[in-house]
């Protein structure tokens, strides 16, 4: 029994003389790490080079709850749009909005699908009465241009034309249309040549760390330390 906890404990400490070796030696060649490292951010670069910059174009159109004259009838537009925010994603809003598109390819399910994925979007409602806003933006984020303030608009009309269906009046109102598209990028270049830059660097390390630590070679002095309970036999001293 003591014998096998003596093995164990010796090859505890043969696998922890490797690590510190293995560690050893992978900073002894920090410069083949420093050069991967540098042949990746040159692969990032080159590849944004080629890709070219990646944007996102977006658009906003803001609804209003206001009745001239009429605070009730405000507030509980207020309360409508905010409460039914969700209504966004139906079909019934969707099937409005792709009826005012001149465009096939913008179907119900398509904008059905762009209200799931986060594409379109409600901002400024709130669940909480206590936070409710007078005004909400409806935003559109597409990966190409096509059709972005169009969708925006048709997605605010249909939306403020169901929540009046639902009250039974015409509190909702489209004030501030979507008239243009902007962009911006979708990943920073920066961040490409990090990530890039990163990978090499920490690959490299791992490949050299395990190639020395799996490696037959010794490096270091305690990697052939004495153990005397491995000794055969000692020769016999003469003059």
């Known amino acids: 029994m003591n014998s096998e ?45 080629y890709k070219g910059d990646k944007f996102s174009y977006y658009s906003t159109a803001a609804i209003y709850s206001a009745v001239y004259g009429s605070y009730s009838e405000t507030a509980s537009g207020v309360s409508l749009m905010n409460t039914y925010a969700s209504v966004l994603g139906t079909s019934r809003v969707c099937e409005r909005a792709a009826a005012e598109i001149d465009d096939s390819r913008v179907t119900a399910n398509y904008l059905m699908n762009l209200v799931a994925s986060g594409a379109v979007s409600l901002g400024g409602a709130s669940s909480d009465s206590k936070k409710y806003g007078y005004r909400i933006v409806i935003q559109t984020m597409l990966d190409i241009p096509d059709n972005v303030v169009e969708i925006t608009n048709a997605m605010a009309d249909a939306y403020a034309s169901e929540i009046n269906d639902l009250l039974g009046a015409d509190n909702l109102q489209v004030f501030e249309k979507a008239t243009t ?27 050299i760390f395990m190639k020395e630590f799996f490696s037959s070679k010794v490096y270091i002095v305690s990697q052939c330390s004495s153990d005397k309970s491995m000794i055969l036999g000692l020769l016999p001293y003469t003059k």
């Open 5 to 49: 906890i003596k093995e164990m404990e010796i090859t505890d400490y043969n696998i922890l003389r490797n690590i510190v070796s293995a560690l050893y030696r992978t900073w002894k060649m920090k410069w083949i790490i420093v050069f991967a490292t540098l042949i990746g951010g040159l692969l990032a670069v080159a590849f944004v080079k």
């Open 181 to 207: 598209t902007g962009r911006i990028k979708s990943v920073s270049n920066y961040l490409i040549v990090a990530i890039f830059a990163g990978v090499a660097l920490f690959l490299s390390a791992v490949i």
